[in-house]
């Protein structure tokens, strides 16, 4: 338990260290306007730090999460008899794994992405954009239990009262700043405070367990958010990257029924079939509107014929997953 702790702790404090030094002004001249800048420089902090500040317990899990996350907690379940407590323990292992790695994956490019904001380099920042989320919409109902950072890295423009409030932060204030505005100017704060968010981020959930009804629940949990909100276009509404963040939330569902098809498999036989075909279903219309190097079209390229369809298809596969808690015993 110590270890635990000391690691989240460790994380936590150069996470809030790298938040704050953006934001940090030395003043030399007092109120006089008298150089004192070789004696006692005065600290003044700008008011954009104090909005920055983060609850003292950054790694705390809450309810976060869209769409479907975030829902009330179904009664206890037990374990379905035909599955050994180690062979579903293996498979939480294996998404710890692919948890930690999508973690790694996500600093990496999102890294790329905030030097092109913070060099001012417009057009490039926008081509790496959509790539740059992959991680975080793969893994998201872990990234998003930590409700802090859910708040600073993937939060909407809705919840706040305009789009220039300094709490609004995160990938998607750099997204309207390219996308809408066509400027990176000002926005090099956000970009790297959007760096030290998941430094942090990586911290809490290095040192998280990951119980097997929260993996099992992801599956559908990924799906649900595209079919109930990300559908809309209001995810990204500024770049219209949204078919990466859709295929990306496709692929963290299809790690998780990969690591327990083999107990699937043995209990409901017919029920892997359904979400197979149904996984077929939908990235065939993905692949529909996919390019070269695997990028994807513009999203208002989407017809509304296919958004209904689509709409409808991930519906299903949202509710076939949905069983998978019921076959599992979780």
Not at 233 to 261: C, M, Q
């Amino acid at each position: 338990m110590m270890k635990t702790k000391t690691k989240i702790w460790i994380g936590i404090g150069a996470y809030l260290l790298a938040s704050a030094s953006p934001m940090v002004k030395l003043s030399s001249t007092d109120r006089a306007g008298v150089d004192r800048s070789q004696s006692s420089p005065s600290l003044s902090i700008n008011l954009i730090s104090q909005t920055y500040a983060q609850p003292p317990d950054p790694c705390r899990k809450g309810l976060g999460g869209e769409g479907g996350e975030g829902s009330s907690e179904s009664p206890a379940a037990s374990l379905n008899p035909l599955i050994k407590p180690g062979e579903l323990e293996t498979a939480v292992i294996g998404y710890q794994t692919y948890v930690l790695h999508e973690v790694d994956r996500l600093l990496a490019d999102a890294k790329v992405f905030t030097d092109l904001v913070i060099a001012g380099d417009v057009k490039q920042a926008k081509s790496v954009y959509g790539s740059s989320r992959l991680g975080w919409e793969r893994i998201e109902p872990i990234a998003e239990a930590f409700e802090a950072f859910d708040n600073s890295i993937d939060v909407r423009v809705d919840e706040f009262k305009d789009e220039n409030d300094p709490k609004f932060t995160g990938f998607h204030r750099l997204e309207m700043g390219l996308f809408k505005h066509n400027t990176t100017q000002g926005y090099e704060p956000f970009a790297k405070k959007l760096m030290a968010d998941l430094n942090a981020l990586k911290a809490c959930v290095a040192s998280l367990e990951i119980a097997p009804k929260d993996m099992v629940r992801g599956a559908s949990e990924l799906i649900e958010e595209v079919a109930q909100g990300k559908i809309t276009g209001e995810e990204e509404r500024y770049s219209r990257t949204d078919f990466w963040s859709f295929k990306a939330n496709v692929e963290g569902s299809e790690k998780i029924v990969e690591l327990i098809r083999p107990m699937v498999l043995r209990i409901n036989p017919e029920l892997l079939r359904q979400i197979d075909n149904d996984f077929a279903v939908v990235n065939q219309m993905l692949k529909k509107y996919s390019l070269p190097g695997g990028k994807f079209m513009s999203y208002d390229q989407l017809t509304p014929r296919d958004k209904q369809q689509l709409q409808a298809d991930l519906a299903r596969l949202a509710e076939n997953l949905s069983k998978l808690r019921g076959v599992i015993g979780v």
